[in-house]
């Protein structure tokens, strides 16, 4: 039975342990692009959000091509009994989301990188709220590790983890067995990024090229084209964490919510 690769926590190994034989036994897997995972030097994996289920393959994509994923999680799940001890143990990094602690996690990720570990990063910060669950305008935390640290940034798309639960659904459907999908694209191209200053502008480029990877990386495993622009949940009204609820009665705003929001260089996510 795979525990995990030897080099990793023991809180990993049995939180593999537990729960890779219930991902081998529920789902299919197809899977592709592990050749561009570095294996010789820090990282960051970066992947689209489509349900509360989709961290566990995630996870185990990287763990099966014998990696560690230290994922930014947010705070609240390190306060749920057990599972909080887990993941502290299994060197998670927790993200206190809209609040001022959020530069911790940046902290802790950037010592991760330069440990030669790996740092999987949502730059959703959320569940996608965008209708057909394309993704959705970014944060900037993982440009600000990339660029601080010059490690590579690997797209990793998924699909299929919305059929067992849907964002923000109670009831999952494990039968028949879904299939999920999981594909690793090549190191986002920010090298012509890494000399200059990081100013909002160019933290801005790089998360939208990390947006587009991922987007590219999507859109194949979908066979679909994903529509124009980039979505984002403030010019739609909607709140940025937990359940998406509307949080404007501005008239503007509701008006604007028929059409894709563009991005705005200036409007810069501090958090990863």
Known sequence: MRTGPRHSPPAYRFAVTV????LMSLTKRQWSGAEHLPRDRGFIAVSNHVSHVDPFVFAHFLNDEGIVPHFLAKVEAFKVPV??????????????RESGQAGDAYGAAVAAIEDGQCVAIYPEG????????WPMRGKTGAARIALATGC?????AQWGAQEILAPYAHRPSLL???TMQVSAGQPVGLDDLRDQPV????????TERIMAALTSQLEVLRGETAPPGRFDPKVHGLTLTGRPKEVTSDPSKRARAAEWGDDDPDDVEDQA
């Open 126 to 133: 959320t569940v996608t709220r965008e209708p057909a669950l």
């Open 19 to 22: 729960l890779r034989p219930l």
């Open 83 to 96: 599972v909080g001890a887990v993941l502290r143990g299994a060197e998670q990094i927790p993200v206190y």
């Open 176 to 178: 028949p067995r879904h």
């Open 199 to 206: 100013t909002a502008e160019v933290l801005a480029e790089a």
């Open 152 to 156: 590579p940034v690997i797209p990793i």
